[in-house]
């Protein structure tokens, strides 16, 4: 079983007018942050995408918009994508990827061995009495990591998948669709050298839609290519 499907999407998941403004915020060199998460994705993402999803049971929960303007190589740590569901920290099993600049990306995953998975601590915000409107709940989907517990007296480089066993490697091509399993420890490795940027874009869905690996393929069946 293959941990990723191309999809039968457009190429760009970005309403034009929106994409430009997504990369302006992109500054060069000293940009804050590698990967922003939209919870207000109708705005940005085409109502062609956003209909066919609901369509088939996913309605769209957020997007991340990864890269910077002028990067040249980038790493992402081993890690497993999880949410904050149910009172504890859960893997979410799924993504649909889009590469939308040229560039070498390289998506791995892994059989960890040895390494244990460690969670976060709990988002202060769930401790909160009051509601708090869903959208404003970042803290709650980020990344699980993994320690070598032989390492007592300091943390694991996490970049680090030398002890580990590859499982499978995608190279992404740029503007297609890719479902890409997030529950399984992954790296996305990024090089290019003559490109001006990356932008990379993720789609994620609630955990109440999709659970699972096997759910996410029963649903995206009409739309896999192979
Ligand atoms: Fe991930």
């Known amino acids: 079983m293959s941990f990723y499907h191309k999809l039968n999407l457009p190429a760009d998941p970005l309403k034009p007018e929106l994409k430009n403004q997504l990369w302006d915020l992109k500054k060069p060199g000293y940009s804050p942050r590698y990967s922003t998460q939209h919870f207000d994705a109708k705005q940005y993402i ?5 209909d066919t999803l609901e369509k088939l049971g996913l309605p769209i929960k957020y ?43 390289q998506f791995s995953w892994y059989d960890v061995g040895n390494l244990v998975p460690t969670d976060p601590p709990e988002p202060e915000i769930n401790k909160l009495s009051v509601t708090i409107p869903q959208q404003h709940i970042t803290k709650n989907f980020t990344i699980q990591l993994y320690k070598d517990t032989s390492e007592t007296d300091y943390d694991r480089n996490n970049y680090d998948v030398s002890s ?35 932008m990379g874009i993720s789609i994620r869905f609630d955990l109440d839609k999709v659970s699972t690996w096997d759910q996410a393929i029963d649903m995206l069946q009409p739309l896999i290519v192979n």
């Not at 085409?46 to 956003?50: A, G």
Request: aromatic share 10%; charged share 25%; with cysteine.
């Open 63 to 105: 997007f991340v918009d990864f890269g910077k303007k002028d990067v040249e190589s980038a790493r992402s740590f081993l890690h497993s994508d999880i949410c904050y569901y149910n009172q504890k920290w859960t893997k979410i099993p799924m993504a649909i990827n889009w590469d939308l600049t040229p560039g070498d990306t």
């Open 164 to 198: 580990c066993r590859l499982l499978e490697s995608l190279r992404i091509e740029h503007s297609t669709a890719y479902l890409v399993r997030t529950d399984v420890p992954h790296q996305i490795i990024y090089r290019s050298e003559n490109a001006t940027g990356r």
């Open 46 to 50: 085409r109502q062609d995408i956003v």
